[in-house]
């Protein structure tokens, strides 16, 4: 069969060859005495908390099941319109806010109302792999412009600047980021939209980790920059829902009747009883829940960063958001893949390796994730000073 040719733009996820190799160690007699540590995992260890659980269950029990608007619950746009100005001070009206299925639903949308083919996307090396599939499968080029730890691993304004050319149709940035938990400092945030408003281009934000903030200085809502921007959230990591897949977009006031006519063609709207279950997540027993396990998050954050690097695993810039650590390996192995591998099968550690978050230094970088519980952490940290 002829598959279209944009599917061999898409990459495919080279690190899942490490997640299946260490999902088979895990299962041979090697591991029996060691059981397989998962540092790999890009989602939270928590499930929704009980008032969505059951929220979820009334829905189904009473039968509201039907399709919703293609912009989602009115009633959830409105508690997600009350959340951010209540979490983040910042005014965003629930009519410019379109629910979608996960954030990679919502990229989609984005991409595909604001990308031309041909058109090019800057955002930063190392970046969400997907990302840059969002672009090529909307017909885009990514270009991934190295972003080291002086930068934060994020683009700054005079990168954003020397990049521009009359291609380039805007930027797509993730703050907090994944795969290194840092963020974009809100000055140079407020320098990066005025570069790219001067040149009549697009900001999208991923804040997919925003809600997973640890330091209020870098906790603040691009959507504070003005109402030109479009941002991308999710309820599946600091809400705790990956599977339900619910996410949503903040979009210009111009952009909605756009985003809506694309939502209601290719998905018509996003799952239903996810909806009404997220209606729970802000109840004030949800929120102290979500709250409670940010600081956890945090703390393991504190234990699992300095252990690194006093371990020579340096973390060049400490995450101040997600449950990600972005760690420098080059003293032990010349490449983050191959060394992933030999720490799988000495110390039964999965751990992600660079290679798959972009080309520019990824080989020195492996991510490792703590969205895992505490003793498993100790514990690893203990096999990773065996072996170093
Ligand atoms: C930066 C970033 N954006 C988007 C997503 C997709 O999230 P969702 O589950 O909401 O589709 C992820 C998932 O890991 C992510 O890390």
Same mark, same amino acid.
């Given at each position: 069969m002829k598959f279209a040719s944009r599917t061999a733009r898409i990459e495919p996820f080279y690190v899942m060859e490490c997640a299946k190799a260490a999902a088979e160690l895990a299962r041979s007699?090697?591991?029996?005495n060691e059981p397989m540590i998962y540092l790999n995992i890009g989602e939270p260890d928590f499930t929704a908390p009980p008032l969505v659980r059951e929220a979820a269950e009334r829905c189904l029990r009473d039968g509201r099941t039907q399709y919703t608007d293609a912009l989602g619950l009115l009633p959830l746009r409105e508690r997600i319109s009350a959340w951010y100005a209540q979490r983040f001070g910042v005014d965003v009206p629930a009519r410019r806010i379109v629910l979608t299925a996960g954030a990679s639903g919502a990229l989609q949308l984005a991409c595909l109302a604001l990308v031309e083919p041909g058109d090019e996307i800057l955002m930063p090396?190392?970046?969400?792999?997907c990302n840059r599939h969002f672009v090529s499968a909307a017909e885009g080029r990514a270009v991934m412009l190295p972003s080291g730890p002086e930068q934060r691993f994020q683009l700054s304004a005079t990168a954003v600047a020397q990049a521009w050319t009359e291609r380039t149709r805007g930027v797509l940035l993730a703050s907090p980021s994944n795969p290194t938990g840092t963020s974009i400092a809100p000055d140079e945030m407020k320098r990066i939209v005025e570069q790219v408003r001067a040149r009549g281009g697009a900001t999208i934000v991923d804040e997919i980790y925003l809600g997973l903030s640890y330091d209020e200085a870098f906790g603040v809502s691009a959507l504070t920059q003005g109402d030109d921007i479009v941002t991308i959230n999710s309820f599946s990591k600091y809400f705790n829902m990956t599977g339900w897949r619910l996410g949503w977009m903040v979009v210009p006031e111009s952009m909605v009747a756009v985003v809506e006519k694309l939502a209601q063609n290719l998905y018509i709207c996003p799952s239903t009883v996810a909806q009404h279950a997220a209606l *729970?997540?802000?109840e004030r027993e949800s929120l102290a829940e979500y709250e409670r396990r940010r600081a956890e998050f945090r703390a393991r954050r504190d234990f699992l960063v300095p252990a690194l690097n006093r371990l020579g695993l340096t973390v060049p810039v400490m995450p101040d958001g997600a449950f990600y650590a972005w760690a420098d390996c080059s003293t032990f192995a010349p490449d983050s893949w191959d060394y992933a591998f030999d720490l799988m099968r000495r110390a039964h550690l999965a751990i992600t390796p660079g290679?798959?978050?972009?080309? *520019?230094?990824?080989?020195?970088y492996l991510r490792l994730s703590y969205a895992t519980a505490l003793p498993q952490l100790e514990e690893a940290v203990t096999r990773l000073r065996r072996c170093l």
């Open positions: 007699p090697a591991c029996r090396d190392p970046s969400y792999p *729970a997540c802000f290679r798959d978050f972009g080309q *520019a230094d990824t080989k020195r």
